[in-house]
């Protein structure tokens, strides 16, 4: 007897970031199953999926939101919950992939911590991960799988497309992100001009702006960067673009990981805008005037869909999405 299977699509999200999850489920038309995540009395994760999922093809969405290990072990669960209940295909999508700075050695004595977070979602039983604007593109190399890497580049530029006008130079922050921010100046028609920085040594948070390379007087300049975590970096440009006499700075990113001084210091900085996505949660509360959040829920609903139906994910950017 010959059977043909039939596949089935199911969507399940953790608890941190459910809003982002909701989202996308509303773009795929494909209703978010159960999974009935508990914490019993001493603080360890208990997941029970409401329904069979024997079979299908599933998608946990949980970005690693702070605190980031509880996200991550959240996640882990959920993986090992549904390899155990037979499903055929377990995907993670990470919006935020954790532990992503801590991608190399710079010192002696230190872990790469990104590449454990791959080996945990591997060893829980992932078969794939999808995550957006990696810190770096080695990452994707950590896990012994597919890795869809996808970028928010798309809803950033066509937010500049709306919302700029004028004499825009595109700025990159730093050495690393050159490549990308090329790529958005090409996108947009713009110059492009970098900001050589340098982190005082035994330093993690503290950055110096040392020079702009490039022409920026009288301009307004966008800073894009991959994430904002305490706003060092970004504001030190800023600070140093001015000396330079830009006279418009914008701050465009991926992740709001916004911790420790970061509102302070963007509140403070000569940033007359910041422009991030929700790959992370930014609660009403943390919402500075300044700050104006975006959605990549179409972006990362299409890469789902694109994996579910085995076609390239690489298309949906047009070959783009590389580091």
């Known amino acids: ?28 038309g494909v209703p978010l199953g159960e999974t009935n995540l508990q914490e019993f009395a001493d603080s360890e994760l208990h997941c029970r999926y ?31 919950a549904a390899k155990r209940a037979s499903a055929k295909r377990i995907t993670a999508v990470c919006p935020y992939y954790g532990y992503s700075r801590q991608d190399r050695k710079s010192t002696g004595r230190e872990p790469i911590t990104a590449k454990l977070v791959a080996d945990l979602l591997s060893a829980a039983g992932a078969d794939r991960i999808v995550s957006v604007d990696l810190h770096s593109g080695q990452i994707q190399g950590f896990f012994n799988g597919p890795f869809d890497h996808l970028v928010a580049a798309p809803v950033l530029v066509d937010y500049l ?3 700029g006008d004028g004499d825009m130079v595109v700025i990159s922050p ?6 990308v921010s090329e790529r958005f ?27 702009v390379v490039g022409n920026v007087k009288g301009r307004r300049c966008v800073i894009i960067d991959d994430q904002i975590g305490t706003a060092g970096t970004i504001c030190a440009a800023a600070e140093r673009l001015v000396e330079e006499g830009a006279t418009e700075i914008w ?9 420790g001084p970061a509102l302070d ?13 929700n790959t992370l949660p930014v609660p009403e509360e943390r919402r500075i005037d300044k700050l104006e959040v975006i959605s990549v829920a ?14 390239s994910v690489s298309e949906i950017f047009g070959g783009q999405n590389l580091l």
């Open 50 to 80: 409401g329904s069979s999922i024997r079979g299908v093809d599933l998608f946990i969405v949980q970005t690693h939101a702070a605190p980031v290990n509880d996200s991550i072990m959240e996640m882990l669960v959920m993986i090992d």
């Open 251 to 259: 701050a465009m990113a991926t992740h709001a990981i916004l911790a």
């Open 174 to 179: 730093d050495a690393g992100r050159v490549k």
């Open 185 to 211: 100046s090409q996108q947009i028609g713009a110059d492009l001009a970098i900001v050589h920085k340098r982190r005082p040594r035994g330093s993690v948070d503290e950055v110096e702006a040392l020079e």
């Open 265 to 277: 210091r963007l509140k403070s900085a000569p940033i007359s805008k910041v422009v991030v996505t």
């Open 1 to 28: 007897m010959e059977m043909t299977p039939t596949r089935r699509l199911e969507l399940v999200t953790g608890r941190a970031h459910p809003a982002l999850a909701e989202e996308i489920s509303q773009y795929l």
């Open 298 to 311: 179409k972006l990362i609903a299409d890469a789902i869909d694109a994996v579910f139906e085995d076609t």
């Open 161 to 163: 497309r709306r919302h």
